[in-house]
């Protein structure tokens, strides 16, 4: 549902949304503009609350995603490159996909199929090493995930269900490898504190040190990584 916050430098519309795993009031800015994040137990009037105690960060986060430059989906033709591990990778046409020395050969009938294959092969690479990934870092952190599967979405990375299930993004391949360990790691850290405390950024911590830079690097590209496909 869509809510205005009144306000006399201008009115600023959200939505709310309830999380069971969250303790505290969380906000959230987004494509789809400003979420409120509430408890369960919380009255909506904590919303508006939250929103002017923290104005001044709403408006600037704002104010950025709306002077951001437009996303620019990559040029897919024959010729083009597309990211694969953090590296670009040359397309080019070929009777089956495969992947040597920088170049990543895509079975497609022509430019306009390019696309799903890219997509296929994504989703293929990511069955397998996002599995590897996980099986090493569970073993490290002792923390063993009841089962977990690829993701399509479009808003987020990875996810952690209250029953152990953990979700990766096949975008993901796209993204450097450390920067996928972190996002594996950050989910397997849920299995043990199904927050955002400090004692979760603990454990994540522990198990990758340099967190904050890898973070950084998907907040950096998330739009232009999540966008198309």
């Not at 490290?140 to 993701?151: D, E, G, I, T, V």
Request: proline fraction near 4%.
């Amino acid at each position: 549902m869509q809510y205005i916050f009144k306000n006399s430098s201008g009115d600023i519309p959200y939505q709310v949304k309830r999380s069971s795993r969250r303790r505290s009031i969380g906000l959230k800015i987004d494509t789809q503009g400003l979420t409120v994040i509430l408890p369960q137990g919380a009255a909506e009037r904590e919303a508006e609350r939250v929103i002017q105690l923290k104005l001044a960060w709403v408006r600037a986060k704002l104010a950025e995603r709306r002077d951001a430059p437009a996303l620019v989906l990559p040029n897919l033709c024959w010729g083009a490159s597309a990211l694969y591990l953090g590296e670009p990778l040359v397309l080019q046409p070929a009777l089956r996909s495969q992947l040597s020395a920088g170049v990543l050969s895509l079975c497609a009938a022509n430019e306009a199929k390019i696309a799903p294959a890219l997509i296929r092969f994504y989703q293929r690479a990511a069955q397998v090493y996002l599995a590897e990934r996980l099986a090493l870092w569970s073993e490290r952190m002792a923390l063993q995930p009841q089962k977990w599967q690829l993701s399509s979405a479009k808003t987020r990375w990875g996810s952690c269900t209250a029953a152990g299930d953990i979700r990766l993004n096949w975008r993901l391949m796209q993204a450097p490898a450390s920067v996928i360990d972190y996002v594996v790691i950050h989910e397997l850290a849920h299995l043990a504190q199904m927050n955002h405390s400090a004692r979760f950024w603990a454990i994540v911590a522990k198990a990758c040190p340099n967190w904050k830079t890898e973070r950084d690097w998907l907040k950096q590209h998330a739009v232009a990584l999540l966008a198309w496909g």
